[in-house]
Each structure stands twice: as structure tokens, then as C-alpha cells.
């Protein structure tokens, strides 16, 4: 493969490496990612990829941006009220999980401060605090909403509770619950579960208001 030289001489730009890099991780995984990997895939020196961005850690925040932005490019029109904003945010996050379940972690496991992703916090705060929600509730809502999708979409991505039947002697009450549980990484399931998150929202609000 013939090699280019550093910098602009490379035909190298931001977004060009963070869809490659997307692509790459998507196709072998975060364990064989390295800059030298993605300079084969791209056909260019290793230094003209550190020209635009300085280091891996940097190359992964890339690679997690464009996978929000593209998250963000897909929404559909924005809607009006919190509980609508958080739904749309959780259902579009649980759709880029499955789209790219190998850079998920990334997301899921690094601290998301691009301006996209600012982006996207911004209108669901901005709508929660607009409806009146105290500011207790809505400092807290992020972590709570998005402490749920990593945990859970992590779980789901990773296979799932899979092993044993469960000993219905030693363990009545799970073996009971457990054909409940079947429907476990469905959208089912996942609306289910976010609903306890933002009706705990809602109820930690409406608790707030009549102190």
C-alpha cells in the first residue's frame, strides 16, 4: 500500500478519520484499534493522522462524536415537553447502540463533552427546566437517565444474563419472575424500564414542589 506523507499533503480531514475510525471499530473492534491500524485503512503515514488530532485519546472522543452526531442527524422532528425530549434522546442512544454495538462502550465509558453532545443535554435540561421542573431534579436527571441506558444497553450488547435455569428451591421467587424477564433487550423491555426512570423523575419533582 502506498504510503502519503503527514499532514494536509495526506487528503486527511477530522470528520474523514472519525468515519474511518467508526468504520474500523465497528468491523474488528476497540481491542485491535490502534493509530497505526488506521493509517493502513486509510493509506497514510502515521504522523498525518496525528496532525489532526493529538493522540488516541482524541482519535476515541472523534470516534464517539461522530457516532452522537450521527444519533442526532437521525432524529426525527424535535418534540415538545421533557418527558418527549427524553424519550426521543433514549430511543435515538439505544438505536446507535445497536448500530454500532462496538464503539458503544466508548460512549457508555468516556465522558461525552462534545459540542454535540453538549448539544443534546442542553435541549433535554433546557426543556425539563422550562416545564417548570425544580433545578435539583433536572441537575440530576442526566446522570439518572443516562446511568440507566449505559448500564442497561451494556448489558444488552454483551449477551444478556445468560446461564443456568435458576434452582427453584433455593430460589423461589426468581424462578417465579424469571418468564417475566424473557423479553430481556426488546423494545418492550426497554420502554418498560425507561418509564420507571422518568416516572422517578417525575415523582422526585412533584415531591420537590410541595416542600
Known amino acids: ?20 475510525a467508526v468504520a474500523l471499530v465497528d468491523r474488528d473492534g476497540l481491542d ?17 493522522i496525528y496532525h489532526h488530532l493529538k493522540g488516541k485519546a482524541a482519535l476515541l472522543d472523534a470516534i464517539s462524536e461522530a457516532v452522537i452526531a450521527e444519533m442526532e442527524a437521525g432524529a426525527e422532528e424535535a418534540p ?3 418527558e418527549q425530549v427524553a424519550r426521543q434522546t433514549a430511543h435515538n442512544y439505544r438505536q446507535v447502540a445497536y448500530l454500532h454495538p462496538r464503539v458503544f462502550p466508548l460512549l457508555a ?3 461525552q463533552n462534545s459540542p454535540v453532545a453538549l448539544a443534546a443535554l442542553e435541549h433535554l435540561v433546557a426543556a425539563m427546566r422550562q416545564a417548570g421542573l425544580p433545578d435539583r431534579v433536572v441537575a440530576d436527571a442526566p446522570m439518572a437517565l443516562f446511568g440507566f441506558l449505559n ?7 454483551g449477551g444478556g444474563p445468560d446461564g443456568p435455569a435458576i ?14 424477564q424473557a423479553d430481556f433487550g426488546s423494545a418492550a423491555e426497554f420502554d418498560r424500564l425507561l418509564d420507571v426512570v422518568l416516572s422517578g423523575i417525575r415523582d422526585q419533582a412533584a415531591r420537590q414542589a410541595t416542600r
Do not use: C, K, N, Q
Open 109 to 111: 465509558t468516556r465522558p
Open 1 to 20: 500500500m502506498t504510503r502519503r506523507t503527514r499532514g494536509t499533503s495526506a487528503g486527511l480531514d477530522r470528520a474523514r478519520i472519525a468515519a474511518a
Open 167 to 180: 434452582d427453584a428451591t433455593a430460589y423461589p421467587t426468581m424462578a417465579a419472575l424469571a418468564p417475566l
Open 32 to 48: 485491535r484499534f490502534g493509530v497505526r491500524r488506521l493509517a493502513d485503512e486509510l493509506g497514510v503515514d502515521p504522523m498525518s
Open 80 to 82: 415538545h415537553g421533557w
Open 151 to 157: 448500564g442497561y444497553l451494556l448489558a444488552v450488547l
